[in-house]
């Protein structure tokens, strides 16, 4: 983990499943608000939600070097076989596949950004 995400995660962070087939990972600050905010939601509608993000979700502790391991759930859901990409999203960092991470970047088109950016007035 890049020492920049790592200062911003802290020393305890937690990975889980996300979307696109990548891999979100919070500060744990962050990973207990979303946990309670999913549980003080409706269980009958949140059911599959918590499945989905809870049942493969890791603690993770970096080493001195700032390696970490994900656990096989986290790395078969992803892909990662061996090169990864590590964005920074804004509270939170992504894990991708290398090449899954170019192809998903090159169907983003700049209209599609732009069409956002105009119906949030950013």
Known sequence: MPAKFREELGEVF????????????????A???????ICALPSAQTKDLKRFLFSSAAELIPDKQGRILLP???????????DVMIIG??????????????????????SQVLEV??????
Do not use: C, F
Not at 98 to 104: G, S, T
């Open 14 to 29: 937690y990975a889980t499943k996300g979307t696109d087939e990548s891999i979100t990972v919070l500060s744990k600050e």
């Open 31 to 37: 990973w207990e608000e979303l946990g309670a905010k």
């Open 72 to 82: 096989p759930v986290l790395r078969s859901y992803a892909h990662l076989d061996k």
């Open 89 to 110: 999203t804004g509270s939170r960092v992504e894990i991708w596949d290398y090449d899954r991470w170019n192809q998903y970047n090159e169907e983003i088109s700049e």
């Open 117 to 122: 950016m105009n119906l949030y007035e950013i």
